[in-house]
């Protein structure tokens, strides 16, 4: 059974650093990605790494302020927040696309972040 366990969400203040993870386990997981719906807009993808850590993109909302990366054992993702702003508040999701998958399934329940002005 596929678990995906999100955490280090919470609240900040504008310009706060905030680190985000997700523990993946019950798939050999190829490609891990954290996803965001802000409120009252649609789900987004936010950024994404593949299995060999080498190929990360980052949506251009965040560029150069989020960093994501995985741990050794590629079942851990973290994503580095920093310099977050209010328009950064949005319940983010872990979702795993599994190794021969052809889309990201399933997904994490969310975590909510919450950046104040």
């Known amino acids: 059974q596929v678990q995906i366990a999100e955490s280090g969400g919470g609240w900040v203040r504008t310009g706060d650093s905030l680190e985000i993870s997700c523990v993946v386990s019950?798939?050999?997981?190829?490609?891990i990605a954290w996803f965001r719906r802000p409120p009252g807009e649609e789900r987004e993808c936010v950024c994404d790494?593949?299995?060999?850590?080498?190929?990360?993109y980052c949506s251009d909302s965040v560029k150069g302020r989020f960093d994501i990366s995985r741990d050794a054992d590629k079942c851990t993702m973290r994503l580095e927040m920093h310099n977050l702003k209010p328009e950064d508040t949005a319940h983010y999701y872990c979702?795993?696309?599994?190794?021969?998958?052809?889309?990201?399934?399933?997904w994490g329940q969310g975590i909510q972040v919450t950046v104040s002005s």
């Open positions: 979702a795993v696309m599994a190794e021969g998958a052809p889309r990201y399934n399933p």
């Open positions: 019950g798939v050999s997981v190829y490609n």
């Open positions: 790494i593949g299995w060999n850590c080498g190929r990360a």
